[in-house]
């Protein structure tokens, strides 16, 4: 199997002979299209992976615009009902901030940034610090237990003879391994790093979009937008370097 990019009419992009072989850009549009080949037939099934339109492609080729509906287009809106559900304080809270600055959402360019770049990195930041703060503390809590357990199971088997020591002793074993593997998953997964880096970064975008709510009044020349983005990014770009600090850099040196 092999992959050859080639320019299509307009501002198309391809790649042949690819399990997702069509892969479309127009503006702020991305879509992917997926080829299944039978004898005499051709089935496409296009999937937006982003943006505010995609196209319908079809066996001759043509491409149809299709809209793309605000459920579809806003995080807070589409998240799946589970997401929904462990994120509903983030998701309430996030939905009253979009209300609110409507009025200064009248601008295709900024309705994206909100939405794919500031909604998406808020959420995205609420559901990961949530998972490694519970694998944290399920981790810790497991080796804590185990390590409290061999120690118990230790100095009973000092005392105790015949089939019961065996089981003492087997069982004190399995614990230590478990013990051993809950203090390893620490310093590998790096989730208390990873819990901490993504609580700072959700803080500082809801801090950012908060300014740009309390500014939004007395702001006549619009430089409260601005002042949001390079918060954003600011935000982004330290996230970015606390990663390879805390994580990647740390991961390496555990390989050598």
């Given amino acids: 199997m092999s992959t050859s990019w080639h320019r299509l009419p307009g501002p198309w992009w391809s790649a042949g002979n690819h399990p997702l072989s069509e892969t479309a850009f127009w503006g702020l549009q991305l879509w992917v299209t997926t080829h299944t080949r039978e004898p005499g037939v051709v089935t496409l099934e296009t ?32 998240a799946k009902q589970r997401r929904a559900r462990l994120l509903a304080d983030q998701l309430a809270q996030v939905k009253v901030m979009h209300e609110v600055l409507s009025s200064r ?34 981790l810790r809590f497991t080796a804590l237990v185990s390590a409290v357990f061999v120690s118990t199971l230790a100095g009973i088997s000092i005392s105790v003879s ?62 409260s937008w601005e002042t949001f983005v390079k918060e954003t990014d600011h935000a982004m770009h330290t996230y970015d370097r606390q990663y390879q600090s805390a994580v990647i850099a740390n991961s390496q040196q555990t390989s050598k």
């Avoid at 079809?58 to 579809?72: A, L």
């Fill in 47 to 78: 999937v937006k992976l982003f943006g505010v339109g995609t196209h319908e492609a079809k066996s001759s080729g043509k491409r149809q615009p299709v809209e793309i509906s605000d459920v579809e287009f806003d995080p807070c809106v589409s």
């Fill in 162 to 223: 015949g089939p019961s020591s065996t089981f003492i002793r087997v069982t004190t074993l399995v614990l230590g391994l478990i013990s051993a593997l809950a203090t390893g998953a620490i310093a590998v997964f790096r989730s208390q790093e990873r819990w901490l880096m993504y609580r700072r970064l959700q803080s500082d975008l809801m801090t950012a979009a908060w300014k740009l709510i309390n500014a939004c009044a007395d702001d006549t020349k619009d430089k």
């Fill in 105 to 138: 959402l009248d601008r295709k360019d900024r309705t994206a940034y909100w939405c794919q770049k500031w909604e998406f990195e808020v959420l995205k930041a609420a559901d990961v610090e949530r998972f490694n703060r519970n694998l944290s503390t399920w």
